[in-house]
């Protein structure tokens, strides 16, 4: 939990509007655990003036990290525009982890959308813990999809869908999901997506009584816990977000609607 | 010679005049991580009511152009967990403690302050007649000069300790509101709480916060933090303390010379966790560049014509 | 089917709800170098006043975050040499012109306010009672509802033009004033004027503008002006033209969604001189992909709750 | 005067404080005069907000202009760092050149500090007049000297002060003017520089009955005459730098103190 200048290596684009930071930052690459963020700063000036919350996408050896975001305002669009070389202020690493370890045989992890942003250093971790992972990742378009070499070549059941396109199911995640859910008495979840996915998923798990932990996201000012703009309740407490969270325990969440 | 950056609120003496503002620096400890607390002049604690609160619903902020809108609705654990487990943490801490308190009636405050201010750890006490998030209490006492007389005054026989009374810009006349802070028994007055303001999804047709309007800080309000100030040092005689955009120690001085005894910074917490020792540091830097050996000096210097 | 932009205040049709704002678009024809002005819905004059003014002491603007201060004093030519000069190049523009008047006295108003708006190319007048830069009248005609009525009672007695009467923002309660302009016999109401501020120079440590304070303007501003508009709306029946901040299309659309029949740009100018047409373009866009016929169907459309 | 997009080709330093941009904006280059500016956008965010304005520095028949500035606040900072490629947004050519025609034979300029970013195109037009040019130029310190050489071999004669360094006069360029000001009876000056200087050029050439020249500068909003925000008063009428100057006549200035 600090604030480190991030050295930025490489920014590339993996997928249509979808960018890759690659940031030297060898304190938060060694400190990060997967489901927890970072708060950057994308510019010296007061407009944007907010940091902006990413997901931590990946950590090496080497000292760098990775962020993987989807360019849907003036911030990430300033930030897309950021060229190597320069250095940006991040503060991290925020917020709980998933909780990797644990009497489960295997993983399922689920990401839609940018979801797919925390789920690769949850997988990463979850390859060195031996456990057998299932990742099933849904997107709105299949050009959406990357990496998919990496993951079956490590060992990862991938289960795919997409709305537009060829890859996989043609529809959401949650269609494959659902009936393949029982095959796996001894498992745990892990869920990241947007919140219509997440409450479709609360109502599938009623049913089957493994663990689950989801990554929530809201909107947020300080990161921290003090400013309590990021509340959510979770077992009828009011719990921020970014302080409590942003991991939780999926049947626990209240999403309002 | 180094500058002697101590100031004086009533009887509480600040090492320094930066202090952080209420509802963005927790309970006190929370940046602890990032940098050594008792470096600040003081901290002002999130506002604490008799009862807990969980505060407005969400969406409870949102980003404007050099600026934010809150809507938290002052989400606080309450007076009595507040005495039980948040004062105990700042015990080692060498910096003011100062505790922002509200209500719902003059009763109210009274009451809070009563529990508040009689522990040892806190060193005064910050009346907050100003938050625009509320429906009872907060800013409609605010911008009427009797019930504001009358909170503070019922706040003032609570206690000895330092009493800042935390004004509003959300009225015609803020001097008069001021006037009516002093009269009540006030030892200093801080401003400005945040504006009132308001931002609209036109993808969705809904704006930005729950409550729809919330209250705007950050840069974007600096320039009217500092007219109020300006106005209200012409009013009343006792310390002021200057609130509204500051983020950089430029911002401080600004303040100090039209004529504030101290500042709060807010917002700058989020951009910059480390941003108030900053401010600090480049005070220390000026005064000592110009060889001003106390703010008393510059404070309320600003001479007249343009820059 | 594309959009029809077309909006009403009172019995002045507009092409579409896209103005200038009074002191940021000079006489009207400054700008035609850029774009062509006849695209607007409306232009508004720099205020008018009896007598020519040369305006206050210099520096008279500052940058802020986000914003500037300007303290201009209302520096224009004067009714006569307004009515001799500048109207004729605006005989040929296919837009509205509408011209902003003020006085130091509700006499002055009912004059200044006589002669202009007897002149043919003038379709509407928008009355100041709202500068912050001037001494007498201005903004302390705006923060009174009896001297408010008052003023627009007399204007209204001199034509049956359109009369638009321009709000301040720095009052308490706006929609006391709002009433007591519509009680006057406004047509509608356009708000807001700028936001009291100031800014200090800490190496010379004096104001940044000579006249000490001035007006806020730009995306600063903006959260403020929704919020206000957002009381004004829900307190009078007649149209209002929001102002403050505008300078992008989804700008001008929080306003609408909030319940504004037109907005004006100002500051907007300074900063992309053809900006008022890209609103305009946006406004345009975002209808005919929604596919919205009529402004009227969104307006004022804003639902509860968080975006 | 219209709204260019100007690409920036090359940025480089010519003195330590001091930038020089390059951009690629062939109409501006086209139409613009000596003592004329232009309104540059520095950001696309709101902050800093508005526009600054810098003399044209140069034109060249390639299409390109340049500007000169020191980096002195936020916006001249954020420009220091805009690398070539990158299209800023400037308005111009706005305001009034200097009249460099006329019945005059020798052309006294006289320069403070950024007062040589105009004097360049001055010089730039005057020498293609064929009228004799003496360059009368003042800095602080003599590393903001820069183009001596290409000045002396256009046959420019070069008068130089500096308050700190070896090169030229030890002091202020007024000191060396004025003693020469009466050799020069056939002549027109054109002066740019801080309003100190100004102020004492309007004193010196009081029994020196050539015509002067001036450029002013004060804060600008619009730039074009709108705002009302850069008034000064020349003889006795208030006047807007931005659109009835910036060159005015030097005796007709009100420098106010
Ligand atoms: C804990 C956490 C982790 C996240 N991880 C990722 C990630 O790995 N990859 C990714 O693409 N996105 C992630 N997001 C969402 C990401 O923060 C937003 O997409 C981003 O802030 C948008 O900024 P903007 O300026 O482009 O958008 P704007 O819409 O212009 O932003 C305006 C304001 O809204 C906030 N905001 C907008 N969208 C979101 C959102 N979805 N969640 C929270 N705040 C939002 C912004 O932070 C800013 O304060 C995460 C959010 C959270 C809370
Ligand atoms: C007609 C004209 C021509 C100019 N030509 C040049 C030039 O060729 N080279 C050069 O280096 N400078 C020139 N200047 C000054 C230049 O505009 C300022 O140095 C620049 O705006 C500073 O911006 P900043 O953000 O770095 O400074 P800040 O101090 O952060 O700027 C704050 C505000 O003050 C204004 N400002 C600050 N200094 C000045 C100034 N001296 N004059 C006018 N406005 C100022 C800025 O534009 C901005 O609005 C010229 C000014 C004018 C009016
Ligand atoms: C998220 C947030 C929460 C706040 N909560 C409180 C509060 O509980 N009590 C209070 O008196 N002021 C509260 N404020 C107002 C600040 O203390 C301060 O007056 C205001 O933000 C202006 O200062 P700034 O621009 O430096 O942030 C809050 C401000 C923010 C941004
Ligand atoms: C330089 C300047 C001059 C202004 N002069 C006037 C004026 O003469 N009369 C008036 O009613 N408003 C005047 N205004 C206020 C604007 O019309 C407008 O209400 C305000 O700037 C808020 O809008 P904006 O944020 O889009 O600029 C002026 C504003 C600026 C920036
Ligand atoms: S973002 Fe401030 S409490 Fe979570
Ligand atoms: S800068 Fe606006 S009139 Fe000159």
Chains 1, 4 share one sequence.
Request: aromatic share 6%; glycine share 10%.
């Amino acid at each position: 939990m600090k604030q480190h200048r991030m050295r930025l290596i490489e920014q590339n684009q993996p997928a249509p509007g979808i960018m890759r930071m690659i940031f030297k930052a060898p304190d938060l690459a060694r400190n990060s655990r997967p489901g927890q963020f970072v708060q950057i700063r994308v510019t010296d000036t007061f407009d944007p003036l907010l940091r902006r919350p990413f997901s931590i996408h990946r950590t090496h050896s080497n000292g760098t990290i990775e962020i993987l975001y989807r360019i849907v305002g003036r911030g990430t669009r300033l930030m897309s525009r950021t060229r190597p070389g320069v250095r940006l202020d991040g503060m991290g690493p925020l917020g709980n982890p998933f909780q990797t370890e644990g009497n489960f045989s295997t993983a399922l992890v689920v990401a839609g959308g940018m979801g797919s942003a925390p789920a690769f250093m949850l997988i990463d971790t979850l390859l060195k813990t031996g456990k057998s992972i299932h990742f099933f990742w849904g997107v709105r378009c299949d050009d959406e999809f990357f990496h998919l070499e990496w993951l079956r070549s490590s060992g990862v059941e991938l289960h795919l869908a997409c709305e537009r396109g060829d890859t996989g199911h043609q529809g959401l995640i949650t269609d494959i999901l659902e009936p393949m859910m029982n095959r796996y008495p001894d498992s745990k979840g892990f869920v990241c997506g947007p919140k219509p996915m997440l409450e479709k998923m609360q109502r599938m798990i009623r049913t089957f009584p493994i663990p689950w932990e989801v990554s929530l996201e809201e909107k947020m000012a300080c990161g921290v816990g003090v400013c309590m703009g990021c509340a959510v309740r979770v077992g009828q407490k009011i719990q921020m977000v970014c302080s409590d969270g942003p991991v939780f325990d999926l049947r626990e969440v209240d999403f309002g609607s | 010679m180094a500058v002697d950056l101590q100031v004086r609120l009533g009887s509480l003496v600040l090492k320094n005049p930066v202090l952080t503002a209420s509802g963005t620096f927790g309970y006190g400890v929370e940046y602890a991580g990032y940098f050594d607390v008792s470096r600040l002049g003081g901290i002002v604690t999130k506002t604490i009511t008799l009862e807990p609160r969980e505060g407005n619903p969400m969406p409870r902020t949102a980003e404007t152009f050099a600026g934010m809108l809150n809507s938290i609705g002052l989400a606080n654990v309450g007076a009595d967990c507040f005495i039980k487990e948040k004062l105990l943490p700042l015990e080692p801490l060498d910096t003011a403690v100062m505790v922002n308190i509200a209500g719902s009636s003059p009763d109210e405050y009274e009451k809070v302050a009563l529990k508040v201010a009689a522990h040892e750890r806190v060193d005064a006490l910050e009346v907050n007649i100003s938050c625009p998030n509320v429906n009872k209490g907060g800013l409609a006492f605010g911008t009427d000069p009797e019930i504001t007389r009358e909170v503070v005054r019922r706040v003032r026989e609570t206690t000895v300790k330092p009493l800042i009374v935390k004004l509003t810009p959300n009225v015609t006349d803020i001097t008069a509101i001021a006037q009516a802070a002093v009269e009540g028994g006030a030892d200093a007055l801080s401003l400005i709480n945040t504006v009132l303001g308001m931002a609209v999804d036109i993808e969705t047709r809904r704006p930005l916060l729950a409550r729809h309007v919330g209250g705007l800080s950050g840069p974007a309000i600096k320039p009217i933090a500092l007219a109020k100030l300006y106005q209200t040092v012409r009013a009343v005689s006792v310390p002021l303390i200057g609130i509204g955009g500051i983020m950089t120690w430029q911002d401080a001085l600004e303040f100090i010379i039209v004529g504030a005894t101290a500042v709060q910074a807010g917002t700058l917490h989020f951009v910059d966790p480390c941003g108030a020792v900053k401010i600090i540091e480049g005070i220390k830097t000026y005064c000592d560049e110009k060889g001003i050996g106390d703010l008393s000096s510059i404070r309320g210097s600003m001479e007249d014509g343009g820059a």
